[in-house]
């Protein structure tokens, strides 16, 4: 049984440095929709290193698509470009070298990831983040609960009206 129907949004865009900023914006922002908050920082590091690798080697155009799929406990993000070139591989960065890394940091922070060949279309690189079980809300006020000692019965107050004073304003009025 599904308790819980499969979500999805998709991107296409070119991979250029401008544009992945803003593809790291939505997919923080649809992630906070799903309520799924915590997974953000990990989902934006890893579109943002697979983005990179589209930019930086991907050929002949920087087109590429970007899927977001939440199914049941398992978010999968993944980016299709159009470069059916050797798969990417994780490399062993030199401790001085400024790139290289983006394979190993999804690695590091995801529970899978790999690649999906598409012939000579191209090829899917994804990874996944386990998604937090879903919290139950909260009703939308307290539970009433009766206490121990029933509260004091009411009792009519017997004081008298209290009447108004009126005074005479400063001519005597």
Known sequence: MISQPSRQCTVELQALPSRIGQVRRIVSAQLRYWHLDPLIDEAALGVTELLTNVHRHAEPDKMCTVEIELLLDRLTISVQDHDPTLPPAVRKADGMATGGRGLALIAAVSEAWGVRPL????????????APSPTPALPPYPLYEPTATPAPAFRESRARPVRERVSAGPSGV
């Open 119 to 130: 012939g000579e279309s191209g090829k899917t690189v994804w990874f996944t983040l386990a």
